[in-house]
């Protein structure tokens, strides 16, 4: 039988430190002889002991100094093709926005000319059509024929027609309309030459 003099497991239960000196016994201890499994994990408890403090301090190690330099390595990277992602998805965005814009101006500009060239129409229809002594049958055939509606008050017939043009900054809408206006003698015919006028109607 060994001895439990030594400096091995067995010393240890006779209550001698592996490196030298005696060891306190603590509460629980069990006399060596017991046959229970217990027994041989507590013959060993010094180093059980020893090994559970290693692995919790490990635990409680800050993490740049677990980390290692493979690790800042990937991260760098990684790091470095996130900032492209975004750089190029900014330019995209950019891009695409001032695209839209574009496109919305050229679409804006062509109504105007076409709300321009719409007036200039009526214009020259209305001084061939409405000429002094044009009778109220004809004024109101003009009207009709621009699809503009069509009032007599007192004196002078007028007409509207809602259109849509490219308004300025300040106009909520491109909303506009043409308007045109004739004074009539008392039976009805043309007095004086026709005015046509236009305006935006969504603006400050």
Known sequence: MPSRSGNGPIGVLAGRHPLGGLTPKPDWWIHPKTSCPVTRLIRTWPYHSFQLDDLHTSYRQPLHLVSSPQDTARVKPLTRNLVIASVITTIAAVSWFGLVQHRRQIVCQQRGAALVRQIKSIEHDANEQLKIGTKNTDVARFFAAHGMTFAVA??????????????????????????????????????????????YTNCL
């Open 154 to 199: 007192g004196s002078e017939a007028s007409g509207e027609l809602s259109t849509s043009g490219c308004a300025p900054f300040g106009c909520g809408t491109d909303s506009a309309v043409i308007g045109v206006r004739v004074k009539l003698d008392s039976a009805g015919s043309v007095a004086r030459e026709p005015q046509v006028n236009s305006i």
